[in-house]
């Protein structure tokens, strides 16, 4: 298996990190917390690729971004001076760490830590067990079948009625086949899709591409103010108000499925309805989750088409054609399509995640809207936090 360096750039990330990041640094830059690794693909055993997964960390944790790279972050307007300053000094630390097995037997990476000193790690850590699993396992496919497909999908945008209003942002970063399809992938949609294409997520390809990079916030960043915010009950409200100070109207797109679509709702008045631009779903019936943001706006007298509904959860191009096709003439619509796009070459890609389980010392989690993807290691806080969100 080849050992070559699989991320040769702290740009190889999703926006969003580094947006979350700012806000760290400026709100909670004492904050400490746990990061969990899990692998959701049953009958897969990465043990075996151990040793070359800790070689891949150990040569990001030796990354520093370039004099260059710092000139493209500088030029973010968004992204402010003393943030940027913060970079210049940033490299990531291998102390915090750890890879073993669990108690399965199984693969287990944990990250623990300064939350503004971790919050990189999760983004190419995934992008290193993807590619050392496709490096070890399909080493030297051949990406005919891969490149087909993604013919096919863009005949499949060029040729249905609605195609040329189709607003396609790429998300696959954390589960792509390799750093070189990526790229495959984004030069082969600017080149052929480029009305659909509004940009990309990884901060890297659009450096190199001269595509518009895309990103708001995550599930972490509204987990960490159940241990952060003044009440349980009051921890999205205080994890939205805390963004809307950093951004000022910037960014403006919200995640609603963190404790589910309802407590967010209930949360989500019009106050912060006219603040944000949009919301973006991420787990559950995407039908559902629209038709329920539109009558929420109507109730608060919003005009749905005033606003944005981002859909990212597991799209491919034939449901995001769907929902276009549903819900284009009732608001407006973007679609984060990732896995699809940039793990579709014909061998079954894996379903992992990282996701923060703890923060100062406390318990927090995520609650989703679809069964499976809810992670918590304490049960007792996890039925706390269903309770106080009067979550069924």
């Not at 067990?129 to 005919?144: P, Q």
């Not at 294409?197 to 509204?222: I, Q």
Request: proline letters at 3%; glycine letters at 6%.
């Amino acid at each position: 298996m080849s050992s070559k360096p699989i991320i040769k750039s702290l740009l190889d990330t999703d926006l969003y990190k580094l947006t979350m990041m700012q806000a760290v640094l400026h709100n909670s830059p004492a904050a400490e917390v746990e990061y969990l690794f899990k692998c959701r693909t049953e009958d897969v055993d990465l043990i075996p690729l151990t040793a070359e997964i800790k070689k891949q960390i150990s040569v990001l944790c030796d990354l520093k971004f370039t004099e260059n790279e710092i000139h493209y972050l500088s030029n973010i307007y968004y992204l402010k001076p003393d943030f940027i300053q913060f970079l210049k000094l940033f490299q990531m630390n291998e102390q915090y760490i750890h890879i073993g097995k669990d108690e399965d037997g199984q693969l287990d990476i944990k990250v623990k830590g300064p939350w503004l000193h971790t919050i990189l790690f999760e983004v190419p850590i995934l992008a290193i067990v993807e590619e050392v699993y496709s490096r070890h396992f399909y080493a030297g496919i051949d990406l005919k079948k891969g490149k087909q497909r993604l013919k096919e999908k863009t005949n499949k945008i060029k040729t249905h009625t609605l195609g040329h209003k189709l607003k396609i942002m790429e998300f696959g970063t954390r589960r792509r086949f390799s750093r070189e399809w990526q790229k495959q992938v984004l030069e082969h949609l600017s080149k052929n899709n480029l009305e659909n294409l509004v940009g990309t997520s990884n901060v890297l390809s659009a450096y190199e591409l001269g595509l518009t990079p895309l990103g708001t916030m995550a599930h972490e960043y509204l987990q960490a103010f159940q241990a952060l915010g003044p009440r349980l009950i009051d921890s999205q409200k205080a994890a939205l108000e805390a963004w809307t100070k950093e951004y000022r109207g910037d960014l403006g797109i919200a995640l609603t499925d963190v404790v589910g679509i309802d407590a967010f709702l209930k949360d989500f008045d019009k106050y912060f309805a006219k603040l944000f631009d949009g919301v973006r779903h991420d787990s559950g019936c995407p039908f559902e989750w629209a038709n329920k943001m539109i009558v929420h706006y109507e109730k608060l007298s919003i005009d749905p088409m005033t606003k944005t509904l981002v859909f990212s959860d597991g799209l491919d191009i034939s449901l995001a054609l769907e929902l276009l096709s549903e819900f284009h003439e009732k608001t407006n619509l973007l679609f984060g399509i990732g896995t699809n796009l940039t793990n579709d070459v014909g061998v079954k890609p894996l379903s992992i995640v990282i996701k923060m389980i703890e923060c100062n010392g406390q318990p927090v989690a995520k609650i989703s809207d679809s069964p499976g993807k809810t992670m918590c290691e304490d049960e007792a806080y996890l039925d706390y936090l269903r309770k106080v969100f009067e979550i069924k």
